[in-house]
């Protein structure tokens, strides 16, 4: 059993950054494959970043270039840097544990309860 606490969102400018942090509780974090995802109201969960275990990397297309995910092993914390905000990224962010690299979110066993991103413009 793995659980999952997300923090470091807010409310920040268009153009400003955030670390969101997700940690992890539970045995065998270094082996799972841990993801971001987000949802705005209305909107379904879409993908954002993943990171395999063994440092494997996955990006949407919408993100790519302004967000990098990063994991500390030892601190059993996975990291999402979101830098040059957009009022379109403002959505609550969850992080998810799970035992492949994947875009789907159904591939993913654990959830945190989410963090709250709002970009104003």
Same mark, same amino acid.
């Given at each position: 059993?793995?659980?999952?606490?997300?923090?470091?969102?807010?409310?920040?400018?268009?153009?400003?950054?955030?670390?969101?942090?997700?940690?992890?509780?539970?045995?065998?974090?270094?082996?799972?494959? /841990?993801?971001?995802?987000?949802?705005?109201?209305?909107?379904?969960?879409?993908?954002?970043?993943?990171?395999?275990?063994?440092?494997?990397?996955?990006?949407?297309?919408?993100?790519?270039?302004?967000?990098?995910?990063?994991?500390?092993?030892?601190?059993?914390?996975?990291?999402?840097?979101?830098?040059?905000?957009?009022?379109?990224?403002?959505?609550?962010?969850?992080?998810?544990?799970?035992? /492949?690299?994947?875009?789907?979110?159904?591939?993913?066993?654990?959830?945190?309860?989410?963090?709250?991103?709002?970009?104003?413009?």
């Amino acid at each position: 059993q793995v659980q999952l606490v997300e923090s470091g969102g807010g409310l920040v400018q268009a153009g400003g950054s955030l670390r969101l942090s997700c940690a992890a509780s539970g045995r065998a974090f270094s082996s799972y494959a /841990m993801g971001w995802f987000r949802q705005s109201p209305g909107k379904e969960r879409d993908f954002v970043a993943a990171s395999s275990s063994g440092g494997s990397k996955y990006y949407a297309d919408s993100v790519a270039g302004r967000f990098t995910i990063s994991r500390d092993n030892a601190k059993n914390t996975v990291y999402l840097y979101v830098n040059s905000l957009k009022p379109e990224d403002t959505a609550v962010y969850y992080c998810a544990g799970g035992r /492949m690299l994947s875009r789907r979110s159904h591939d993913y066993d654990y959830w945190g309860q989410g963090t709250q991103v709002t970009v104003s413009s």
